[in-house]
């Protein structure tokens, strides 16, 4: 029985010591994302926009379009087009207590990925039947890359734990 163990020891032993493990190859500054620097245009929680807009926008004619149609609740700010474009996030909902901030502009290699966090009322809030349009636009440098949005969800309690 000792003898059994002890071949299965040095079998298992064995096959442990030939499996190759390949390393991840190294990184290179390419696999880092670059933090963007973007500035908020304006955001608010009203509009006349009646479906989810997710945009990129890089002339006057079409941001002009949106930002009629959208209540900020200050002024939106101003856009050199020559330079800059609008990446618009804008959410049709069916009651209160939503908002919607970007959080994060970054390029990896071909992409620019835009990040932004939908907050809804949590499962303690009372609800509120008001349609609205939370939305938020920002302005980042005009580039040739792909721009791809990401929406994290949030629900926020309205009782203080």
Known sequence: MQKLSSIILISTLLLSASCETTQPPELTEEDLAEILPYVQLGRGLQ???DTTTIRVISDVDTWTA???SLQPLMPFASVDFESEMVLLAAIDVNEGGYDL???L???LRDTVVATYRLFSPGSDCRPSYSTGVAFEA???K???NAIRFV???EALDCEPK
């Open 66 to 68: 949106y930002a009629d």
């Open 138 to 140: 920002i302005r980042i």
């Open 105 to 107: 502009v970054e390029s």
């Open 101 to 103: 901030r970007f959080e």
């Open 47 to 49: 509009g006349s926009i």
């Open 151 to 153: 929406q994290i969800e």
């Open 142 to 144: 005009q580039t040739q």
